[in-house]
């Protein structure tokens, strides 16, 4: 009986310790795409005007390790809500560090910091911008997120929510303080 007891002790051991090692594998690479809302607040001289944006994002994460990773993320927007005949869209452009619980066999938890760039374009009169201007400035965003994982090779993006300030000209201090809400698909690959 005591053999027995050992015996079923240490397969239980065993058990826990590959659970908890898959639980902890990291993938070298991260590849996310999926719908975007932005809501963004732009002051120009006399009033403070919200529009709400849609499209897609993309982003490429490198794991360093099990905890941090640097991340590189691209996104085009379009304006709704316009009069008829105008156009506008953003596209942003940053990279930074994101840090990752990878320790969770189901879900993974994470926060992000990312600095790079944004820029407004569109084919009428629009946040005081001339026909057909452009403009690129300074962008940054600093939020979380929670991946559900479905597979070793595949996740869900619950939820992505991020503070967006973009730096436009706008009459006043050039700081446009944004939401960005993102959910999507990840596709994982390798291991660290």
Same mark, same amino acid.
């Given at each position: 009986?005591?053999?027995?007891?050992?015996?079923? $002790?240490? =397969?239980?051991?065993?058990?826990?310790?590959?659970?908890?090692?898959?639980?902890?594998?990291?993938?070298?690479?991260?590849?996310?795409?999926?719908?975007?809302?932005?809501?963004?607040?732009?002051?120009?001289?006399?009033?403070?005007?919200?529009?709400?944006?849609?499209?897609?994002?993309?982003?490429? $994460?490198?794991?360093?390790?099990?905890?941090?990773?640097?991340?590189?993320?691209?996104?085009?927007?379009? @304006?709704?809500?316009?009069?008829?005949?105008?156009?506008?869209?953003?596209?942003?452009?940053?990279?930074?560090?994101?840090? $990752?619980?990878? =320790?969770?066999?189901r879900m993974r938890p994470f926060v992000q910091a990312l600095f790079g760039g944004a820029r /407004?374009?569109?084919?009428?009169?629009?946040?005081?911008?001339?026909?057909?201007? =452009?403009?690129?400035?300074?962008?940054? =965003?600093?939020?979380?997120?929670?991946?559900?994982?479905?597979?070793? /090779? @595949?996740?869900?993006r619950l939820v992505q929510l991020e503070y967006l300030l973009t730096t436009f000209a706008d009459?006043?201090?050039?700081?446009?303080?944004?939401?960005?809400?993102l959910t999507g698909v990840v596709f994982r690959f390798g291991r660290r």
């Amino acid at each position: 009986m005591r053999k027995l007891r050992c015996f079923a $002790a240490g =397969t239980l051991a065993l058990a826990l310790a590959g659970t908890a090692a898959r639980a902890q594998e990291t993938p070298l690479f991260e590849v996310y795409s999926g719908y975007t809302y932005k809501g963004a607040n732009f002051r120009l001289a006399d009033c403070t005007c919200g529009f709400d944006l849609h499209g897609g994002s993309g982003s490429v $994460a490198f794991n360093l390790n099990r905890w941090v990773g640097v991340v590189g993320d691209f996104g085009g927007y379009k @304006v709704t809500g316009l009069p008829p005949g105008v156009d506008a869209r953003v596209f942003t452009y940053m990279a930074g560090l994101r840090v $990752a619980d990878h =320790t969770h066999e189901r879900m993974r938890p994470f926060v992000q910091a990312l600095f790079g760039g944004a820029r /407004r374009s569109g084919n009428a009169v629009f946040q005081g911008l001339p026909a057909a201007a =452009t403009e690129n400035r300074f962008a940054l =965003t600093v939020g979380g997120g929670l991946d559900i994982i479905a597979s070793p /090779r @595949v996740a869900i993006r619950l939820v992505q929510l991020e503070y967006l300030l973009t730096t436009f000209a706008d009459g006043r201090d050039a700081r446009q303080h944004n939401t960005r809400i993102l959910t999507g698909v990840v596709f994982r690959f390798g291991r660290r």
